[in-house]
Nanobody, 124 residues
Framework: QVQLVESGGGLVQAGDSLRLSCAAS????????VGWFRQAPGKEREFVAA????????HYADSIKGRFTISGDNAKNIMYLQMNSLKPEDTAVYYC?????????????????WGQGTQVTVSS
């Protein structure tokens, strides 16, 4: 199975950018659908972005479309989430997850492996 570790979170101001990383070990990420999710205090975990095994298909939540980009580096076995034009409402713990399937989905319960999360805080 694959182990996932997120990094790159922090405290930034509105309008700033951050790049989150999801480092995988145990197995190559290219055999999984990889998604990013986030959970704000008192809220349900929500889908942010996902990418297919080949990298040819991506899917984004409407709330971040045009601002966030998901990508991967197969050589490093790392998945990224580039976040631009951050807003205070983007404040949350961000998780990467992997799904042992070919189908890109947005439901968190359909992902098999999860990282521990990284905190992103955006001040106004």
């Amino acid at each position: 199975q694959v182990q996932l570790v997120e990094s790159g979170g922090g405290l930034v101001q509105a309008g700033d950018s951050l790049r989150l990383s999801c480092a995988a070990s145990g197995r190559t990420l290219s055999r999984y659908v990889v998604g990013w999710f986030r959970q704000a205090p008192g809220k349900e975990r929500e889908f942010v972005a996902a990418i297919s095994r080949s990298g040819g298909t991506t899917h984004y939540a409407d709330s971040i479309k045009g601002r966030f980009t998901i990508s991967g580096d197969n050589a490093k076995n790392i998945m990224y989430l580039q976040m631009n034009s951050l807003k205070p409402e983007d404040t949350a713990v961000y998780y990467c997850a992997a799904r042992d399937s070919m189908l890109v989905v947005t439901r968190s319960r359909e992902y098999d492996y999860w990282g521990q999360g990284t905190q992103v805080t955006v001040s106004s």
